[in-house]
């Protein structure tokens, strides 16, 4: 198949997180892809159904993949997902040695979304600044106005 645009990969993000809030789920989700572009793995979020409270569809992705793979291999993968990384699913993302991020919008975008819903308490918090503070070069692309917008619209009417 070869590697795709990312608008691809996210948009099959939000295919996934609409299915997380159909599922019962806050509308979230990631896939994993590797450096030839096959999609290895997909998540959406499980923290309500599954009471798991680190049930984030990243951080659940990375460990799923941290299980399959090697961190050399994961290294040379990218973590697609429809929201920016919060600090958990960050340092999940960069434990489970996964090399690159690309997301649909920006953590103060959610915010905007969310409001003070319990639910999400949402961090003010960027992953570029939590990934800088560690010892690895992980490469975040973000936010991807083009699909922006498609990953907020999953939200719409969630959080009232």
Known sequence: MGYQKHEYY????????QNARNN?????GAILVDECGKILLEQ???????KICTGHAETTLA????????????????LY?????????????????????????TERRLL???????????????????????QKKIEVIGPI???EEEAAMVHKGYWD
């Open 81 to 105: 997902t429809t929201a920016e990384p919060c600090a958990m699913c960050t340092g999940s993302i960069y434990w489970a040695n996964i090399g690159r991020v690309v997301f649909a919008m």
């Open 63 to 78: 460990e799923r993949a941290s299980h399959l793979y090697s961190k050399e291999f994961l290294w040379k993968c990218t």
């Open 112 to 134: 905007e979304l969310t409001g003070n819903n319990e639910q999400n308490p949402t961090f003010d918090l960027p992953c570029r600044k939590i990934f800088a503070a560690g």
């Open 10 to 17: 996210l948009r099959r993000c939000i295919e996934i997180s």
């Open 44 to 50: 959406e979020n499980i923290e309500i159904t599954g």
């Open 24 to 28: 019962g789920n806050t509308p979230f």
């Open 145 to 147: 106005t083009e699909v």
